[in-house]
């Protein structure tokens, strides 16, 4: 247990420290270029430069922010409550709204959603998180919709965000709750979304997982949580 625990550790910080040095790289090289185009007098060419280390200063400043952001998440936690998953599921909704609307996609939410166990706003920045991925991975889907579901697991109640978007090829499927970890650097993002989903779902002592057929075919994201009844 000790083991794994310092062997996901030893990981983590190998691709943190990775990911925070590809600025840093961009950043010395531009350095070098701006002292060359200084030189020649190339107004053009510095201008160029400066933006790529503004660019690549304003990269780190955001990846430092998401690691805080991740460190934080156990020091607010509050887990003597229940909450009603309907009620988080419709504030998601409205998080997300206005990708949605531009995106045209049909959100429905499941009639009867359970109560579960755990932090409101925690659990909240989950769904929030899933639902926006949704959206933003829908691809070029023609008839975008999405699901907020659930399905009785024991004790435990799992809860399912579905898409009918571009899905995951089954090689990545644990890779992607990494943080940083991202399969298209096209979109918008810096990759910590789901590394927030799998820490705050596992300091409510539940799993997260992602099933797809593959590219193609959707996604659903699942996460298991106690059944918190008298929310
Ligand atoms: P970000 O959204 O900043 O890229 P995330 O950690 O939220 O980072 O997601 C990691 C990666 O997992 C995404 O870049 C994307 O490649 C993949 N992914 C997440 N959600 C979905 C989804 N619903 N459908 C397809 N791919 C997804």
Redesign the pocket.
């Known amino acids: 247990m000790l083991e794994a625990k310092n062997e996901e550790l030893e990981r983590f910080i190998y691709t943190v420290s990775h990911d925070l040095k590809s600025p840093l790289v961009t950043i010395r090289g531009f350095v070098g270029l701006l002292e060359k185009d200084i030189a020649a007098g190339d107004a053009e060419r510095v201008a160029r430069d400066l933006e790529r280390i503004q660019g690549a200063t304003e990269r780190m400043d955001r990846l430092l922010n998401d690691l805080v952001r991740l460190s934080r998440v156990g020091r607010q936690l509050d887990l003597s409550g229940a909450v009603a998953l309907g009620e988080l599921a419709r504030e998601a909704v409205v998080r997300v709204a206005r990708p949605i609307r531009e995106r045209g996609v049909d959100v429905r939410i499941a009639e009867a959603l359970p109560g579960v166990v755990g932090d409101r706003q925690q659990l909240l920045e989950v769904l929030h998180?899933?639902l926006?991925?949704?959206?933003?991975?829908?691809?070029e889907q023609g008839e975008p919709r999405v699901e907020i579901g659930h399905r009785p697991d024991g004790d435990r109640v799992v809860c399912t965000?579905r898409?009918n978007?571009?899905?995951?090829d089954a090689r990545?499927h644990d890779?992607?709750?990494?943080?940083?970890?991202?399969?298209?650097?096209q979109?918008?993002?810096?990759?910590?979304?789901?590394?927030?989903?799998k820490r705050i779902v596992e300091l409510h002592g539940g799993e997260v997982w992602?099933e797809?057929e593959g590219v193609g075919s959707?996604?659903t994201?699942c996460f298991s949580l106690l059944r918190g009844d008298g929310a």
């Open positions: 998180n899933l926006g991925n949704a959206v933003k991975f829908m691809g965000v898409d978007g571009i899905g995951i990545h890779r992607i709750f990494g943080l940083f970890e991202r399969l298209d650097g979109r918008e993002g810096t990759g910590i979304g789901l590394a927030l989903v992602v797809s959707g996604s994201f």
